[in-house]
C-alpha cells in the first residue's frame, strides 16, 4: 500500500481536526466499559508523555455508535480536536455469546473440526503457531479432559480390583474429579479460550454468509465513513479495528471506497486504516471468504490508503507480523496490475514502554497483551494508541520513517502458508 500522493504540502501539514471510527473486537461489553478505559488510559500515558489529554462525555450518537470529544495540546501548545466515534456491534456479540457448558462445548468441537477438515487450521500453523494454539487449544483442551476423566475411571476400577475394596477408588475419583475439574477452569481463565471459540464460531458463519444482521451493520457503518468522508473541515479520518473488529474495519474500509467510487466523490489521502492485533486470517482462510477476499484485494488497490497493522508477537491471540491482505497473491508469481501492496506492518515494540518486570507480567496476561494496543505504557516509547488518535500528526506522517517488517517467519511452522 503506497503512501498518499498528496502534495508536500499537505501531507506536512497538522493534524487539527480528526474523525476516529472505532471496531472493538468479538466483546459483549459497549461503549461505556471502552469510553472508561480510554478515559483510564489516557491519563496514565498523558502523564507519562507529558501532553494534556482531555477525554469528553459519552453520547449517543444513533442506534449503532457513541461518540466522545478528545481535545490534544502538546508541550508546545499545538492543539488537536478529535471526534472519537464507537461503532457499535456488541448487541450483536451478545446475541450470538451462547450460555451453558453443553453449549459451549458442541460448539467449539464442531467448529475446530469444521477448520481441521477444511484445512484452515493447518494453514494457520503455517503462517503463526501461537494463533494456531489459541485457535486449536479449546477442542484440545475438551478432547484431552475427555480422556482424562476416561484414564481417571479406568485408573479407580484397577485400583478397586487389585485393592479388593472400594474405598481406595472412591478416594481416587474424590480427589481427582476436582483437581481435573479446576485445572481445566484455571486453564480456561488463564487463555480465555471460551471467548477465543465464540469468536472463532462466528467468524467461520460470516465466511459462509451466515451472519446476515451483521453485514447489514457493516453497511451501515460503510455508510457512516462515506458520510464522514465527505466532510472537508477535517484534516485525518482514521478508521481503527482492534481484533475480530480489524476485520470488520477492512469490510468498512473497503465498502466505502466502492461507495466514493460509485457516488464520485474524490478518493481522499485523509482516510487512514490502523488495524491492531488483527486475527484476520481465521476469516480470509475459510475457503468460502471470497467476499472477504475480494475486499483485501480492494484496499491493496486504492492508492490514497494509508494502513498501518501494528501486531505484537508475544500476543498470542494475533497473527503477529503477517501481511493481512497477502492471501490476496496465493498462486500468483508476481504482483497484479493495479496491486499496489497489502498493509505497513509494525511491531508496537511493547518492551520498549514497560521495566522488565512488568514486561513479564504483561506478556505472561494474554488476555492483557491482547489488550495492551488501546492502553498506557510505564515509559514513553515506539507506540502510543493515544498520540495516534488524538495528537497532532496523521497516522502516515507519524510511522512515516519506521520500517515496514517484512519476510518475519519466527512464528511459521512447516513452511510458507501460501497455497
Same mark, same amino acid.
Given at each position: 500500500?503506497?503512501?498518499?500522493?498528496?502534495?508536500?504540502?499537505?501531507?506536512?501539514?497538522?493534524?487539527?481536526?480528526?474523525?476516529?471510527?472505532?471496531?472493538?473486537?468479538?466483546?459483549?461489553?459497549?461503549?461505556?466499559?471502552?469510553?472508561?478505559?480510554?478515559?483510564?488510559?489516557?491519563?496514565?500515558?498523558?502523564?507519562?508523555?507529558?501532553?494534556? =489529554?482531555?477525554?469528553?462525555?459519552?453520547?449517543?450518537?444513533?442506534?449503532?455508535?457513541?461518540?466522545?470529544?478528545?481535545?490534544?495540546?502538546?508541550?508546545?501548545?499545538?492543539?488537536?480536536?478529535?471526534?472519537?466515534?464507537?461503532?457499535?456491534?456488541?448487541?450483536?456479540?451478545?446475541?450470538?455469546?451462547? $450460555?451453558?457448558?453443553?453449549?459451549?462445548?458442541?460448539?467449539?468441537?464442531?467448529?475446530?473440526?469444521?477448520?481441521?477438515?477444511?484445512?484452515?487450521?493447518?494453514?494457520?500453523?503455517?503462517?503463526?503457531?501461537?494463533?494456531?494454539?489459541?485457535?486449536?487449544?479449546?477442542?484440545?483442551?475438551?478432547?484431552?479432559?475427555?480422556?482424562? *476423566?476416561?484414564?481417571?475411571?479406568?485408573?479407580?476400577?484397577?485400583?478397586?480390583?487389585?485393592?479388593?475394596?472400594?474405598?481406595?477408588?472412591?478416594?481416587?475419583?474424590?480427589?481427582?474429579?476436582?483437581?481435573?475439574?479446576?485445572?481445566?477452569?484455571?486453564?480456561?481463565?488463564?487463555?480465555?479460550?471460551?471467548?477465543?471459540?465464540?469468536?472463532?464460531?462466528?467468524?467461520?458463519?460470516?465466511?459462509?454468509?451466515?451472519?446476515?444482521?451483521?453485514?447489514?451493520?457493516?453497511?451501515?457503518?460503510?455508510?457512516? *465513513?462515506?458520510?464522514?468522508?465527505?466532510?472537508?473541515?477535517?484534516?485525518?479520518?482514521?478508521?481503527?479495528?482492534?481484533?475480530?473488529?480489524?476485520?470488520?474495519?477492512?469490510?468498512?474500509?473497503?465498502?466505502?471506497?466502492?461507495?466514493?467510487?460509485?457516488?464520485?466523490?474524490?478518493?481522499?489521502?485523509?482516510?487512514?486504516?490502523?488495524?491492531?492485533?488483527?486475527?484476520?486470517?481465521?476469516?480470509?482462510?475459510?475457503?468460502?471468504?471470497?467476499?472477504?477476499?475480494?475486499?483485501?484485494?480492494?484496499?491493496?488497490?486504492?492508492?490514497?490508503?494509508?494502513? =498501518?497493522?501494528?501486531?505484537?508477537?508475544?500476543?498470542?491471540?494475533?497473527?503477529?507480523?503477517?501481511?493481512?491482505?497477502?492471501?490476496?497473491?496465493?498462486?500468483?508469481?508476481?504482483?497484479?496490475?493495479?496491486? *499496489?501492496?497489502?498493509? $505497513?506492518?509494525?511491531?508496537?515494540?511493547?518492551?520498549?514502554?514497560?521495566?522488565?518486570?512488568?514486561?513479564?507480567?504483561?506478556?505472561?496476561?494474554?488476555?492483557?497483551?491482547?489488550?495492551?494496543?488501546?492502553?498506557?505504557?510505564?515509559?514513553?516509547?515506539?507506540?502510543?494508541?493515544?498520540?495516534?488518535?488524538?495528537?497532532?500528526?496523521?497516522?502516515?506522517?507519524?510511522?512515516?520513517?519506521?520500517?515496514?517488517?517484512?519476510?518475519?517467519?519466527? =512464528?511459521?511452522?512447516?513452511?510458507?502458508?501460501?497455497?
Amino acid at each position: 500500500m503506497s503512501t498518499p500522493s498528496s502534495s508536500d504540502a499537505e501531507a506536512n501539514r497538522p493534524v487539527r481536526r480528526r474523525h476516529v471510527l472505532y471496531l472493538g473486537g468479538f466483546d459483549p461489553q459497549g461503549p461505556a466499559h471502552y469510553h472508561a478505559m480510554y478515559q483510564r488510559e489516557a491519563a496514565k500515558q498523558a502523564a507519562v508523555s507529558g501532553y494534556t =489529554l482531555t477525554v469528553g462525555p459519552r453520547l449517543r450518537a444513533g442506534a449503532h455508535a457513541a461518540t466522545w470529544a478528545l481535545s490534544w495540546q502538546d508541550p508546545g501548545g499545538e492543539v488537536c480536536e478529535t471526534d472519537y466515534e464507537f461503532l457499535r456491534w456488541d448487541d450483536f456479540v451478545r446475541q450470538h455469546w451462547p $450460555k451453558g457448558q453443553a453449549k459451549l462445548i458442541g460448539m467449539t468441537l464442531r467448529t475446530t473440526w469444521r477448520m481441521l477438515a477444511n484445512g484452515s487450521l493447518w494453514r494457520m500453523l503455517q503462517t503463526s503457531w501461537p494463533a494456531f494454539l489459541a485457535i486449536s487449544a479449546p477442542g484440545l483442551m475438551i478432547v484431552g479432559v475427555t480422556l482424562a *476423566l476416561l484414564l481417571l475411571f479406568l485408573a479407580a476400577v484397577g485400583l478397586e480390583a487389585a485393592t479388593a475394596s472400594l474405598w481406595p477408588a472412591v478416594a481416587l475419583l474424590v480427589f481427582g474429579l476436582p483437581s481435573l475439574f479446576f485445572a481445566a477452569r484455571w486453564l480456561q481463565a488463564r487463555t480465555q479460550m471460551a471467548w477465543l471459540m465464540r469468536s472463532a464460531t462466528v467468524i467461520l458463519q460470516q465466511a459462509c454468509g451466515q451472519t446476515p444482521d451483521l453485514e447489514a451493520r457493516l453497511d451501515e457503518f460503510a455508510s457512516r *465513513l462515506h458520510q464522514v468522508l465527505s466532510r472537508p473541515d477535517l484534516d485525518e479520518v482514521l478508521v481503527v479495528g482492534h481484533s475480530s473488529g480489524a476485520m470488520l474495519a477492512v469490510s468498512v474500509v473497503a465498502r466505502a471506497l466502492r461507495m466514493a467510487e460509485a457516488t464520485g466523490l474524490p478518493s481522499s489521502s485523509r482516510l487512514s486504516l490502523l488495524t491492531l492485533g488483527q486475527c484476520m486470517p481465521v476469516l480470509s482462510y475459510q475457503p468460502e471468504a471470497t467476499a472477504f477476499r475480494a475486499e483485501l484485494n480492494t484496499l491493496r488497490r486504492a492508492p490514497e490508503l494509508f494502513w =498501518l497493522d501494528v501486531t505484537a508477537p508475544p500476543d498470542g491471540c494475533c497473527f503477529a507480523l503477517h501481511d493481512p491482505s497477502g492471501i490476496c497473491l496465493d498462486g500468483l508469481s508476481t504482483a497484479p496490475e493495479g496491486d *499496489l501492496g497489502g498493509a $505497513k506492518c509494525v511491531s508496537p515494540r511493547f518492551a520498549q514502554l514497560f521495566s522488565a518486570a512488568t514486561y513479564r507480567e504483561v506478556k505472561r496476561d494474554k488476555y492483557r497483551c491482547h489488550f495492551q494496543y488501546l492502553m498506557a505504557g510505564e515509559r514513553v516509547g515506539f507506540y502510543d494508541f493515544f498520540a495516534i488518535t488524538a495528537g497532532g500528526s496523521a497516522l502516515d506522517r507519524r510511522f512515516e520513517a519506521a520500517p515496514a517488517v517484512q519476510g518475519f517467519r519466527d =512464528l511459521q511452522r512447516f513452511g510458507s502458508p501460501a497455497r
